[in-house]
């Protein structure tokens, strides 16, 4: 980090920025938990005129199939950090994009929709950045039910941990999701110097 301390939101976008993998747990618990990889990478300045990443969660057998794909933008809100997220149009056509940089040149802002009612909120706490899903409106079908997403996350310089959740609407009870715990992942490697350098721009 420079002399000029860096604002949280660009911390976290940069905390962020990485190649994380649950290997370790996967290996420890191959019953429990898949190995799964997860990449988010920025975005350039100019695509949201901001702070924007690309992710793309894959297995590790397939890493050219993601199971989820997303683009992310960041919004400072003082006490919180505020990442809005997005689905890609024809997402397979982007597959790769967390690993390979020219893939992630195509990517451009019409190629996106606003998943409404799905950001997420994160707070600093030390050494600690935790978010959650914004609210219960965040609906998702699977196995021919509406559920709700209920998802928490902690993120660290080099660590990623997650846990999402399906929740039935109407009874709130669990339909989808880990019922082991949570996904703890290692960054393996860094893209944080990816990251446009506009902390001074940032209040």
Known sequence: MDNTEASDLITLAKWM????????QASENPKDYAH??????????DFFSGIGLY????????????Y??????????????YIENFSLKNAMFFAGAGRDLSILRTITPDVIERRYNCSM????????????VEGTKCLIEKHGCQTYLDSYVEVTETTWMSLD???????????????????KFEKRESFAHEVPNISNDIS
């Open 55 to 66: 992710s793309e969660q894959v297995y590790d057998y397939d890493l050219w199939t993601p």
């Open 17 to 24: 920025s990485g190649d994380f993998s649950n290997y370790k």
């Open 36 to 45: 799964i990889h997860v990449f988010f990478r920025p975005l350039p300045f």
């Open 121 to 132: 909120v994160f707070r600093r706490n030390g050494s600690l950045f935790t978010g959650c």
């Open 165 to 183: 959740k399906g929740i039935d609407i109407n009874t709130h009870q669990q339909v989808w999701g880990s019922t082991t715990g949570p996904l």
């Open 68 to 81: 989820r794909q997303g683009v992310h933008r960041l919004v400072d809100e003082g006490d919180r950090i």
